[in-house]
């Protein structure tokens, strides 16, 4: 359970005055930006001042599935959060199943205690605040404005923080939608489901996760709806669709720097485009972002040469979301029957190896104890377009 409540009534006293870093969010990508920046100093030596803000308590409101590699878990020493661990992934398509062994194993975890885990390796401020928007320097919240040079937008797929006209608005934006149930029961496989009689651009799932399941659907295509298709599948899995939990999905990458402001996780598209998956990237990309923010707090680098820095770090993986993003496309003008046979072809054991030791390697755990990243803003690609 979340630790402290949402400020209600009397309690959401105003709210104003400056910090040094503000992170907007305080998810996966907020409390990533977070942790990197505990016991930061400024360069006159006084600590930095954090600010963390979220409309709900940490924890609180879980947004995902809650399913990533294992790797990325025990990196960040959030293994007691663990709830069940998969070596094998289990495909079924209409024509058959096949189960891949694969070279690392993914884990379901309690989202309020990861979050809470995550949380104590931090020494920002929090406060719950719903945030409005921006002018320039200064965030606009329900409980007043909170000004900082450096904000951090990891509010999620929405990107509250950037200016107006470039803001993402389904169903036109290149958006997923994804929607489950959690209801009670167990299971031992980690199993997804490419089948358009449930969803015809996307997959579904069943991901066990201790005393619950959770079942789901996602649409490449945003226009799709899910909820039929989540209800028909939990109940063909002989249970019942209760728990709801659904959101947008960002499956292009944007830029991680505009208009002075840092985007990290679901806010800058860090969400892999095949798989739907966000949360070690937005952990990945949060780590990223707050070590530049902490070369600026400590005076090695300008707030602009961390922008185009951390700008270019993001950009840098154009390629490895491009072509997932392809494939994304791709698999729906598949024949069905030719895809089982692809699907059962790829199984061997060196080809899964090597395809998902190089999906592994977009955002490796590694990354966690790895030096701050290098990338030379002067190599950088262009800025990313924002049209959909
Ligand atoms: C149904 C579904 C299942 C998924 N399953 C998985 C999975 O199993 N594995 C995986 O890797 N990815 C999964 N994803 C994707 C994953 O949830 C996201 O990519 C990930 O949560 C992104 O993290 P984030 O920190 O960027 O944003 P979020 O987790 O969305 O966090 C945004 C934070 O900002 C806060 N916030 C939003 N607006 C405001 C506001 N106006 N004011 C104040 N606070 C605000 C929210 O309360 C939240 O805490 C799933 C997505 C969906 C929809």
Not at 96 to 112: A, E, H, I, M
Not at 274 to 279: D, N, R, Y
Not at 345 to 356: E, L, P, S
Request: hydrophobic share 40%; glycine share 10%.
């Amino acid at each position: 359970m979340p630790r402290r409540r949402t400020k209600r009534g009397t309690e959401r006293t105003p709210l104003a005055g400056e910090a040094d870093v503000l992170v907007c969010g305080a998810s996966f990508a907020g409390l990533a930006v977070a942790r990197e920046l505990a016991g930061a100093r400024r360069a006159d030596g006084a600590p930095a001042r954090v600010l963390m803000l979220d409309r709900y308590e940490i924890g609180e409101r879980q947004t995902s599935a809650c399913a990533a590699p294992t790797g990325w878990l025990e990196a960040l020493g959030l293994t007691d959060a663990l709830r069940q661990t998969f070596r094998d992934l289990v495909i079924n398509t209409p024509h058959g199943t096949s189960r891949y062994r694969l070279p690392w194993s993914w884990s379901t975890f309690d989202y309020p205690t990861l979050c809470e885990l995550l949380d104590d390796q931090n020494d920002a401020t929090f406060e719950t605040a719903k945030v409005e928007g921006r002018s320039g320097a200064t965030v606009h919240t329900d409980r007043g404005d909170v000004s900082a040079p450096l904000i951090v937008d990891a509010l999620g797929w929405r990107r509250m923080l950037a200016p107006v006209d470039t803001r993402v608005q389904p169903p036109d934006a290149p958006l997923s939608r994804g929607l489950e149930v959690h209801p009670g029961g167990a299971g031992d496989e980690l199993e997804i489901w490419i089948d358009r009689s449930y969803v015809r651009e996307g997959y579904s799932w069943s991901f066990p996760a201790g005393e619950e399941v959770r079942i789901g659907v996602g649409s490449f295509d945003p226009r799709a709806h899910v909820k039929e298709p989540t209800v028909r599948l939990a109940e063909d899995l002989g249970t019942e669709a209760v728990g709801y939990q659904g959101n947008w999905i960002p499956h292009r990458l944007r830029p991680a720097a505009e208009d002075g402001i840092f985007f990290a996780g679901d806010s800058a598209g860090h969400c892999l485009p095949l798989s739907a998956e966000g949360i070690r990237t937005a952990l990945y990309f949060g780590i990223a972002c707050g070590r530049e923010l902490r070369d600026v707090l400590e005076g090695r680098t300008t707030r602009e040469a961390a922008l185009r820095r951390y700008a270019a770090f993001s950009a840098g993986h154009r390629h490895r979301f491009g072509s997932m993003l392809s494939v994304q496309r791709l698999i729906p003008h598949v024949p069905p029957r030719l895809l089982t046979v692809l699907i059962r072809a790829m199984g061997t054991q060196r080809f899964v190896d090597w395809t998902f030791g190089h999906y592994l390697k977009t955002a490796p755990p590694e990354f966690v104890h790895a030096a701050p990243p290098r990338v030379s803003a002067a190599r950088a690609p262009e800025p990313l377009a924002v049209a959909a």
